[in-house]
């Protein structure tokens, strides 16, 4: 069964950065499109940005667009989100999750998810 690692969260000042990881195991990685969600205290998780298998093509939430990136090296396994001018808003735990296709990436529907890492940002 695949198994998904976040790390690389913390806290923060705001106006940091930070970059998360989440490291798959697993032989088949690069099979697989991988998106980041995050779910803060009181709210729905929501969805970030979702990378297809090559890398080559992303998609952003609106609303976070220009301060998140989402790559991913295969040959590591690993997919990252780098954040960049942090808000206390950004605030949440963060989770990756892997899926089988862009069309379901597009309707948020993956089958695996990490435990996640909490980002926490101070004012």
């Known amino acids: 069964q695949a198994q998904l690692v976040e790390s690389g969260g913390g806290l923060v000042q705001a106006g940091g950065s930070l970059r998360l990881s989440c490291a798959a195991s697993g032989r088949s990685f690069s099979n697989y499109c991988m998106g980041w969600f995050r779910q803060a205290p009181g709210k729905e998780r929501e969805f970030i940005a979702a990378i297809s298998w090559s890398g080559s093509s992303t998609y952003y939430k609106d609303s976070v667009k220009g301060r998140f990136t989402i790559s991913r090296d295969n040959a590591k396994n690993t997919v990252y989100l780098q954040i960049a001018g942090l808000r206390p808003e950004d605030t949440a735990g963060y989770y990756c999750?892997?899926?089988?296709?862009?069309?379901?990436?597009?309707?948020?529907?993956?089958?695996?998810w990490g435990q996640g890492t909490q980002v926490t940002v101070s004012s």
């Open positions: 999750a892997r899926t089988t296709t862009w069309d379901r990436a597009m309707r948020s529907d993956y089958d695996y």
